[in-house]
């Protein structure tokens, strides 16, 4: 399995910016799709972001298409989430994932999951 561990998370304004990290250790994590969640308290954990081993393919949730962007460098075996425009409704605590597919991430399973990172959007 893979190890992944996530930072950036923080307060911040509305239409500020912060940008998630991903540290991923173990096994090969150039191979795997990697990929954003979130849970805001009360709800069900939703789909984010995903993105395939290589780079190439990326996928968004609605909600934040325009606004996110997820990123890799299987150098530093690190996957980024950079949130643009932030909204009280993106609050919520952000894990990381993977997958050795990107469409299982996008069906909204993983393999190896992160803790969490809280992110707080105030208005």
């Known amino acids: 399995q893979v190890q992944l561990v996530e930072s950036g998370g923080g307060l911040v304004q509305a239409g500020g910016s912060l940008r998630l990290s991903c540290a991923a250790s173990g096994r090969t994590f150039s191979s795997d799709g990697m990929g954003w969640f979130r849970q805001a308290p009360g709800k069900e954990r939703e789909f984010v972001a995903a993105?395939?081993?290589?780079?190439?393919?990326?996928y968004y949730a609605d909600s934040v298409k325009g606004r996110f962007t997820i990123s890799r460098d299987n150098a530093k075996n690190t996957v980024y989430l950079q949130m643009n425009s932030l909204k009280p409704e993106d609050t919520a605590v952000y894990y990381c994932?993977?997958?050795?597919?990107?469409?299982?991430?996008?069906?909204?399973?993983?393999?190896?999951w992160g803790k969490g990172t809280q992110v707080t959007v105030s208005s």
């Open positions: 993105i395939s081993w290589s780079g190439g393919g990326t």
């Open positions: 994932a993977a997958a050795m597919r990107s469409r299982t991430l996008v069906a909204g399973n993983g393999n190896s």
